[in-house]
């Protein structure tokens, strides 16, 4: 799924703890923004514009303004025309500085939002990568329930009717916590880990065959359900086949990749008379100790392995004399 970028005017109105206050340039509310980095233009103020990062946010802080006011009247009228050529999203004064006319001259002429943060320029600079790293994440929807057992985030897969929202329901029953039903939205958010959650329609919201749409935060309360979790696990449920070959020891680590990240993967065979939910909390304890660094499909592989040594050198203790 492309991200469509996030339009300043987003991150004006919905963002209240940037303390943003608009000075020039209100019709470029609507430019967007791709790139969650930062740019303080120091250097190109200088008159060094190679490699100059025009696409981001620009942010000036107590030295840029001191190296403006620093510079004469003509010399800045220079820096500012040069620095204007560039196509800008926003521009942002932090620390409550008021920006040199030239600037507010450019961004009123070219609609250019222009703002002043009250905020320091560190502050600013925190919160408006965390803004942004999320809302530019790399994402996808997946379908499938994800829930949280034991702190762990799994993701239940599996064709339709097969019994995800069922299994889920049980989970929910036991105590654990809903995340999303039927639609899974899953956004990348570092290079180690997914984050998976609810649109607001379907949020806290399941699907029943037979009873139809039910509200688990109503019926369980609010600590049945949560908003957003890491995906730490993917459970695929299938069908029994007795011509499948399904994985007998749990030695073979497989994973399944989303948005370019492994994520490990178990696949479950369903019939009647398997408990699947006290499968998946078991898988779900399972997963806590591999993070630990216990694994005891290995651990037991390992005895095994020693004891056929052993035995070996037991009944054959000439041939090892």
Known sequence: MPVPGITVEIIMKEHDELELELVAGEGGLSNRIYNSEINRPGLSLTGFFDFFANDRIQVF??????????????????????????????????????????????CKEKNIPLFIAKISTHKFITLISQILDRALAPRTVRHGVL????????????????????????LIERGHRLVADDMVEIRRLSESY?????????????????????????????????????????????????????????????????????IPFIELPVRPGRNIPILVETAAMNQRLKKMGKHSAQEFNQKLTQYIKQNQIETNPIKNS
């Open 61 to 106: 802080g107590k030295g840029e303004r001191a190296y403006l006011q620093s510079l004469n009247e003509l010399e800045l009228q220079k820096i500012a025309d040069q620095f204007f050529e560039f196509p800008l999203n926003c521009i942002v004064y932090t620390h409550g500085n008021t920006p040199s006319e030239p600037f507010v001259k450019h």
């Open 147 to 170: 829930i949280e057992v034991f702190g762990i985030g799994i993701l239940l897969t599996g064709r339709s009717g097969v019994g995800k929202s069922e299994t889920a329901l049980e």
């Open 194 to 262: 997914l984050i998976g959650s609810c649109s607001d329609l379907l949020r806290h919201h399941m699907e029943i065959r037979g009873m139809g749409i039910i509200n688990i935060k109503d019926i369980f309360g609010v600590g049945s359900v949560r908003d957003h979790k890491i995906i730490e696990l993917i459970i695929n449920l299938k069908e029994w086949d007795d011509d499948m070959e399904f994985d007998r020891t749990g030695l073979d680590n497989l994973t399944e990749e989303i948005l370019g990240l492994p």
